[in-house]
């Protein structure tokens, strides 16, 4: 009988070999930029006293709500708290390797560790952007002042597809969603455990777009209470002034948690996934990050030519997307069945 380690489809996490060579960790450990950015901070952190999961949306190339969770990850008040971080832009597959990067301190070659979030269902936007990188350069320099088990470990939330292996649409389909992916991590790896605290960073229209489809995979095993979401409005519309003004004083950063929500609308557009609730139904939460403009670095790094190929590679073998969505439907029953060796053992236990 095969080991129940041998058997690796396109969709598993892999072994990484030992590499030498290292990504830049010059990025200081992040500091908050204001008083107010701490506060707010601290103030999320606070929510996993009463929640294990805490649900914040992912930048996809603002600089603010990036800089917002390089300040919350490192705050004593959240590190005290929370040690797993769990992200939209990276792939699950190669956890082996982050983990090494990360809580292992060992030295990574650039081109190894961009695979990570190139390798993603977005490789346009993740891979061209340098928010990326810095992230796991800022948490490295926190990791590396901290114990390894108080370490920070960023675990894989895109869909967990290894594109080495992958030659037809079928391989594709025995993988799941990312949205799937992400909720199997939270109810099957964590959830399990009440003790252990984890913060969600994915993008708003992932956590609650026309209801939903993570929260509504999420609300299938957890009780709504156990979930924390957190708004967030990145800066100040001008024509969003008054409904932002209801939610709070927009000359400063603040935090405001959803016993001080007005009743009803209407709400800034930048929570464009409230619909037919009040704000509370959707979010407990909001992080308004100052009236200053956000910076948008998307498509500031230049792909390959070989990294351009290879997209085009991954499209031609996925073909006409809805009937790839069928037959990924279809595959539900493969999607995690090596759960639950579906990631790989956590170095600091």
């Known amino acids: 009988?095969?080991?129940?380690?041998?058997?690796?489809?396109?969709?598993?996490?892999?072994?990484?070999?030992?590499?030498?060579?290292?990504?830049s960790a010059s990025h200081a450990p992040a500091q908050c930029k204001t008083s107010d950015y701490g506060a707010s901070a601290d103030?999320?952190?606070?929510?996993?006293?009463?929640?294990?999961?805490?649900?914040?949306?992912?930048?996809?190339?603002?600089?603010?709500q990036q800089?917002?969770?390089?300040?919350?990850?490192?705050?004593?008040?959240?590190?005290?708290?929370?040690?797993?971080?769990?992200?939209?832009?990276?792939?699950?597959?190669?956890?082996?390797?982050?983990?090494?990067?990360?809580?292992q301190l060992d030295e990574v070659p650039s081109d190894s560790l961009r695979l990570v979030w190139f390798d993603?269902?977005?490789?346009?936007?993740?891979?061209?952007?340098?928010?990326?990188?810095?992230?796991?350069?800022?948490?490295r320099a926190i990791?590396?002042?901290?114990?390894?088990?108080?370490?920070?470990?960023?675990?894989g939330g895109c869909e967990p597809i290894d594109w080495s292996k992958v030659r037809t649409t079928a391989d594709v389909a025995s993988c799941s969603f990312k949205n799937n992916w992400a909720a199997h991590v939270i109810t099957e790896h964590f959830a399990t455990d009440p003790k252990r605290r984890l913060l969600v960073v994915y993008g708003e229209g992932h956590i609650y777009h026309n209801g939903g489809n993570m929260m509504g995979n999420l609300g299938v095993s957890l009780a709504r209470d156990q979930l924390f979401v957190v708004g967030t409005i990145a800066a100040l519309d001008p024509k969003d002034a008054e409904p932002a003004a209801?939610?709070?004083?927009?000359s400063r950063l603040f935090f405001l948690d959803a016993s001080r929500f007005p009743a009803a609308g209407p709400y800034p557009r930048a929570?464009?996934?409230?619909?037919?609730?009040?704000?509370?139904?959707?979010?407990?939460?909001?992080?308004?990050?100052?009236?200053?403009?956000d910076r948008d670095l998307t498509n500031q790094i230049a792909l390959t030519a070989h990294e351009n190929d290879e997209i085009a590679r991954r499209d031609a073998i996925k073909g006409d997307l809805r009937q790839l969505l069928q037959l990924r439907l279809g595959a539900r029953d493969r999607w995690f069945r090596s759960h639950p060796h579906d990631l790989p053992r956590d170095p600091r236990r």
């Not at 380690?5 to 990504?23: D, F, H, L, Q």
């Not at 990791?143 to 675990?155: G, H, M, Q, T």
Request: charged letters at 20%.
């Open 1 to 23: 009988m095969k080991s129940k380690w041998a058997a690796r489809s396109s969709c598993s996490w892999v072994a990484v070999a030992v590499v030498v060579g290292i990504v």
């Open 43 to 64: 103030s999320v952190a606070a929510v996993f006293d009463s929640h294990q999961f805490v649900l914040i949306g992912s930048t996809h190339g603002g600089e603010k």
């Open 67 to 103: 800089d917002f969770l390089l300040c919350l990850l490192s705050r004593p008040a959240f590190q005290n708290r929370v040690t797993d971080v769990l992200v939209e832009w990276a792939n699950p597959v190669y956890q082996g390797l982050v983990d090494r990067y990360l809580l």
């Open 120 to 139: 993603t269902d977005a490789p346009h936007l993740w891979a061209r952007l340098p928010l990326i990188p810095q992230f796991y350069a800022a948490v």
């Open 143 to 155: 990791n590396e002042k901290l114990p390894l088990e108080r370490r920070i470990r960023v675990l």
């Open 246 to 250: 209801r939610l709070g004083d927009t």
């Open 271 to 293: 929570l464009f996934y409230v619909q037919d609730h009040a704000l509370a139904y959707y979010i407990d939460a909001v992080v308004f990050l100052g009236p200053e403009p």
